[in-house]
């Protein structure tokens, strides 16, 4: 517990109808009587007045709520004042709270911070909280929501508990071998509790990547030669001007991003830089980015008047490639369309609700559907991998000494434990909690 008490705004600097200021620490309740004359019911939204201790002048009226520690969001004593939304009356607040010498701003994420410290959540689920404020599409809040829930926690927590289980087994070998009632070898036994452990960190480490894209978005490149209506594309699936569209060769430079919600799945769509071999030393630099990003692509879109994938196209690999004809409202080449591509126009819409159609298929699919497994960050999967690598090899050979068999217990259940921050918390703490806002 702090004796530090930290405040902040919660609900943003802009104005707005409420503006909810947050406090937590030892000298809570010291300030809330001080504010407003008396103690409120606790958990209890109470209408009252906020007095400026200093100078004993009304700053507003609005509501108080008081959540005594433990039972509360970090842990420790906390409040809410809930007072208009204007920025005089949230300035004049904060100067109020401010010249307590007990209470200090809060630094971004430090009230989740707390409540982590304090016991209240665990490591997934304070990344589950995160990714659930920073979510923009359904499926993005959805599984944001489930892991702050505690799906991942308690699944690597059944697993470890078996693994602790084989593991009293072992010790029990190793330490009493001499004593009665205990089995000479437990070979079958470790193998029987294990087996389900490892098959089940096998079926997640083999759904893919599926929760880690519906949390960083798919990504979806427009390659092509110059002209090929990558931009003008591009500008009519996101429904507004956000590349320059010209009749010369080369108007884009350089990468433009634009952030889609196809059916619940997020997905970063890629403008690029028209591909050709170019004396332009600005445009090899175009070229050299649209091919770079193009090979950490989902899909890409080759776009080309005959639908035919040049051999730029041909020479990107690890992407799946789709050949998309352009301008076929153009009296030109329809009989040239690959039997596998999709000719359409972007300049009048034709055939660009086939074209959406197909990337939110290819995009729910390799989101698997919105219910993707419990693996959301690179990190989750190093540890299930580190943790099924040490099963393996317990499984591969339970005739070995127990001794051996023991270590690579003990690392399997520590690649779980990295999980919930149970240990090694320290080295990821920074990363997490510089995404967070001041206030949460």
Same mark, same amino acid.
């Given at each position: 517990?702090?004796?530090?008490?930290?405040?902040?705004?919660?609900?943003?600097?802009?104005?707005?109808?409420?503006?909810?200021?947050?406090?937590?620490?030892?000298?809570?309740?010291?300030?809330?009587?001080?504010?407003?004359?008396?103690?409120?019911?606790?958990?209890?939204?109470?209408?009252?007045?906020?007095?400026?201790?200093?100078?004993?002048?009304?700053?507003?009226?609005?509501?108080?709520?008081?959540?005594?520690?433990?039972?509360?969001?970090?842990?420790?004593?906390?409040?809410?004042?809930?007072?208009?939304?204007?920025?005089?009356?949230?300035?004049?607040?904060?100067?109020?709270?401010?010249?307590?010498?007990?209470? #200090?701003?809060?630094?971004?994420?430090?009230?989740? #911070?707390?409540?982590?410290?304090?016991?209240?959540?665990?490591?997934?689920?304070?990344?589950?909280?995160?990714?659930?404020?920073?979510?923009?599409?359904?499926?993005?809040?959805?599984?944001?929501?489930?892991?702050?829930?505690?799906?991942?926690?308690?699944?690597?927590?059944?697993?470890?508990?078996?693994?602790?289980?084989?593991?009293?087994?072992?010790?029990? +070998?190793?330490?009493?071998?001499?004593?009665?009632?205990?089995?000479?070898?437990?070979? #079958?036994?470790?193998?029987?509790?294990?087996?389900?452990?490892?098959?089940?960190?096998?079926?997640?480490? %083999?759904?893919?990547?599926?929760?880690?894209?519906?949390r960083e978005g798919l990504v979806v490149v427009i390659a092509g030669p110059p002209n090929a209506g990558k931009s003008t594309l591009l500008n009519a699936?996101?429904?507004?001007?956000?590349?320059?569209?010209?009749?010369?060769?080369?108007?884009?430079?350089?990468?433009?991003?634009?952030?889609?919600?196809?059916?619940?799945?997020?997905?970063?769509?890629?403008?690029?830089?028209?591909?050709?071999?170019?004396?332009?030393?600005?445009?090899?630099?175009?070229?050299?980015?649209?091919?770079?990003?193009?090979?950490?692509?989902?899909?890409?879109?080759?776009?080309?008047?005959?639908?035919?994938?040049?051999?730029?196209?041909?020479?990107?690999?690890?992407?799946?490639?789709?050949?998309?004809?352009?301008?076929?409202?153009?009296?030109?080449?329809?009989?040239?369309?690959?039997?596998?591509?999709?000719?359409?126009?972007?300049?009048? %819409?034709?055939?660009?609700?086939?074209?959406?159609?197909?990337?939110?298929?290819?995009?729910?699919?390799?989101?698997?559907?919105?219910?993707?497994?419990?693996?959301?960050?690179?990190?989750?999967?190093?540890?299930?991998?580190?943790?099924?690598?040490?099963?393996?090899?317990?499984?591969?050979?339970?005739?070995?000494?127990?001794?051996?068999?023991?270590?690579?217990?003990?690392?399997?259940?520590?690649?779980?434990?990295?999980?919930?921050?149970?240990?090694?918390? +320290?080295?990821?703490?920074?990363?997490?909690?510089?995404?967070?806002?001041?206030?949460?």
């Amino acid at each position: 517990m702090s004796r530090e008490t930290i405040f902040a705004i919660a609900s943003g600097t802009s104005r707005a109808a409420i503006a909810v200021l947050r406090l937590s620490g030892p000298a809570t309740r010291f300030i809330v009587k001080a504010m407003v004359r008396k103690l409120p019911e606790e958990r209890a939204a109470t209408l009252a007045t906020f007095i400026d201790p200093a100078s004993g002048e009304a700053i507003d009226k609005g509501l108080v709520i008081f959540f005594p520690g433990p039972r509360s969001f970090t842990g420790e004593d906390s409040a809410e004042f809930h007072v208009h939304g204007g920025r005089a009356v949230v300035a004049r607040l904060i100067v109020a709270i401010g010249g307590f010498p007990e209470a #200090r701003p809060a630094e971004p994420g430090e009230f989740t #911070r707390r409540a982590l410290l304090n016991g209240k959540m665990d490591l997934a689920e304070v990344e589950g909280l995160a990714d659930l404020v920073e979510a923009e599409t359904e499926w993005q809040r959805q599984q944001a929501l489930r892991q702050m829930e505690g799906r991942l926690s308690r699944q690597a927590e059944a697993w470890r508990s078996a693994l602790l289980e084989a593991a009293a087994l072992v010790e029990a +070998e190793i330490d009493f071998s001499d004593e009665p009632g205990v089995p000479a070898s437990t070979s #079958r036994r470790i193998g029987e509790i294990l087996k389900p452990v490892l098959d089940g960190l096998d079926a997640e480490l %083999g759904a893919g990547r599926a929760g880690e894209r519906i949390r960083e978005g798919l990504v979806v490149v427009i390659a092509g030669p110059p002209n090929a209506g990558k931009s003008t594309l591009l500008n009519a699936l996101a429904r507004r001007e956000v590349a320059i569209v010209s009749p010369e060769a080369g108007t884009t430079r350089d990468l433009i991003e634009v952030h889609l919600d196809l059916g619940g799945c997020p997905v970063t769509l890629i403008d690029t830089a028209g591909l050709r071999e170019s004396a332009d030393a600005i445009e090899k630099i175009g070229v050299a980015r649209a091919l770079e990003r193009a090979k950490s692509a989902d899909l890409i879109l080759w776009l080309s008047e005959t639908g035919e994938p040049s051999d730029f196209a041909r020479s990107i690999e690890g992407s799946e490639v789709w050949p998309i004809f352009t301008k076929c409202d153009l009296a030109h080449g329809g009989d040239q369309v690959p039997p596998d591509a999709v000719s359409i126009s972007a300049e009048t %819409g034709q055939n660009l609700d086939i074209l959406i159609e197909r990337i939110t298929d290819f995009a729910r699919a390799a989101g698997g559907d919105g219910y993707a497994g419990l693996i959301t960050k690179e990190r989750h999967r190093k540890a299930f991998e580190a943790a099924a690598e040490s099963l393996t090899r317990i499984l591969a050979n339970l005739d070995a000494p127990v001794e051996l068999i023991a270590e690579d217990l003990r690392a399997a259940s520590f690649a779980l434990q990295r999980i919930t921050g149970s240990i090694d918390v +320290e080295e990821i703490l920074g990363e997490i909690f510089s995404r967070f806002c001041i206030g949460k």
